[in-house]
């Protein structure tokens, strides 16, 4: 991790990974991610196991949400009532937990500072943090006992309930959404700009089967931040017509559009016409002053100065990452590539030639041989604006991907919270809490 702050990060919840949750999943991401960024992670939990190999995992029984003396103190909690046994037991976790706390940078604690399924466990951070026994830590609010219609009736105005309310000192209090941020800041007393939205997010990589190769190549030519990243995976002949693809790319760039075309195939194998097509589009590209949104993956060379050689492993990786295929070919005899697309729901340009439409029928989008590149481009960015899934794909790419919420969210947040404490004035009780040595992030980390 050249250039930034390692940390030592501690993630703490009742039960982490293997057990199969939502926010086990999380702290699955989140360990993952940390460690790729060169942070030593710690999680704390009442039940799981070891869940990655450079991730270190503390069992600690006392969080777990089942633990049976806590479930003990269930009865008499639910009527409201605080058993002697309540103090024992938090003042157990306190002193099991303290060792485990004391060598880390900053530690998240899902949910145990909102939510009443551990309440000794929540009185036990209170102190940690009010002593200074802990490192800054970051409540990350997914669920709010005293907001949620199944909990609040067992929420009572004193200690231990209220703490669940009540911020703690050297906390900064992350929440997963703007609805949760107004129940909190509402329950709290606290001002919205003093709590943080960060959302859970999605491992491209994984949901779209991507392996390192192809992850590598969408790096190299940045075409997940394409708007859009369009397919032509054809050989690279004169009947493919990937002159007018190249045009059609140029045309979308004229109409405000971002877009890049990644020509996947080699030369003709039996063409020994192909090398001199394939130079005349490499003059047409440098013409129309394409060279960054129009690839010929076969003319161009990896990192490692090997040419680049799809697999069809990496060719199905790219059907499911490309937004559009496009295929302007004048003349085909089938068009394997469009039972491809179709197979995994990727949006279908093609020319308005037999052998395409006996595939795809009313499934594609067609267009004349005849048409102006113009015209293909503005039905095609017509599409895109008018076609929800495309934008809900795009926005879901971009803002919730796990690596864009790590480096433009979660790591700065991080760094900030373990440099101090967290701003603001405690809630419900008016006592003071430090002063605020967290700055704010930017907009895209707080409010939305």
């Not at 990727?346 to 052998?355: A, Q, R």
Request: one cysteine or more; proline letters at 8%; charged letters at 20%.
């Amino acid at each position: 991790m050249s250039g930034a702050r390692s940390l030592s990060v501690g993630l703490l919840h009742f039960t982490a990974p293997p057990i199969v949750g939502g926010v086990e999943a999380i702290i699955g991401h989140q360990a993952a991610g940390l460690v790729r960024r060169g942070h030593r992670v710690r999680v704390l939990a009442g039940r799981g196991g070891a869940f990655h190999p450079d991730v270190e995992f503390a069992h600690l029984p006392r969080l777990d949400s089942k633990y049976p003396p806590l479930l003990a103190l269930k009865g008499s909690l639910e009527a409201g009532r605080l058993p002697p046994e309540f103090e024992l037991l938090s003042t157990a976790i306190e002193s099991e937990l303290a060792p485990f706390l004391q060598d880390l940078d900053v530690c998240i604690v899902h949910n145990a500072l909102t939510l009443h399924f551990n309440l000794p466990l929540t009185a036990a951070l209170h102190r940690l943090t009010a002593s200074g026994r802990a490192p800054g830590l970051v409540a990350w609010c997914h669920d709010l006992s005293w907001s949620n219609p199944l909990y609040a009736p067992l929420m009572f105005e004193a200690y231990p309930w209220n703490l669940l309310k009540q911020r703690a000192a050297r906390t900064t209090y992350v929440v997963v959404s703007a609805d949760r941020r107004a129940d909190l800041a509402r329950l709290a007393g606290l001002s919205p700009d003093e709590l943080f939205v960060v959302p859970a997010g999605v491992d491209l990589d994984r949901k779209w089967a991507i392996g390192p190769a192809t992850r590598r190549l969408l790096e190299e030519y940045r075409l997940l931040e394409a708007d859009p990243f369009v397919l032509l995976p054809a050989r690279i002949t004169r009947r493919k017509n990937i002159e007018l693809a190249i045009e059609i790319i140029g045309a979308l760039r004229e109409l405000g559009l971002r877009p890049k075309l990644l020509v996947t195939g080699p030369r003709g194998p039996h063409d020994p016409a192909s090398i001199r097509y394939v130079r005349e589009l490499q003059v047409l590209i440098a013409r129309l002053d394409l060279t960054e949104e129009a690839i010929l993956l076969q003319a161009e060379r990896s990192p490692s100065g090997r040419r680049w050689r799809p697999t069809d492993s990496m060719m199905d990786q790219l059907y499911r990452a490309a937004d559009l295929m496009l295929m302007p070919s004048a003349q085909e005899g089938f068009g394997i590539p469009l039972l491809e697309a179709g197979l995994v729901g990727l949006p279908i340009f093609c020319s308005d030639i037999p052998s395409f439409r006996e595939i795809a029928g009313p499934g594609a989008h067609y267009f004349s041989l005849d048409d102006s590149p113009a015209h293909v481009a503005a039905c095609l960015a017509d599409f895109l604006r008018q076609d929800a899934r495309y934008g809900l794909r795009k926005r879901i790419a971009r803002q919730f991907n796990w690596d864009a919420i790590f480096d433009q969210q979660l790591v700065p947040l991080l760094i900030r919270a373990a440099g101090g404490s967290a701003s603001g004035r405690s809630a419900v009780s008016g006592r003071a809490c430090p002063k605020a040595e967290l700055g704010r992030l930017p907009a895209s980390s707080s409010a939305v």
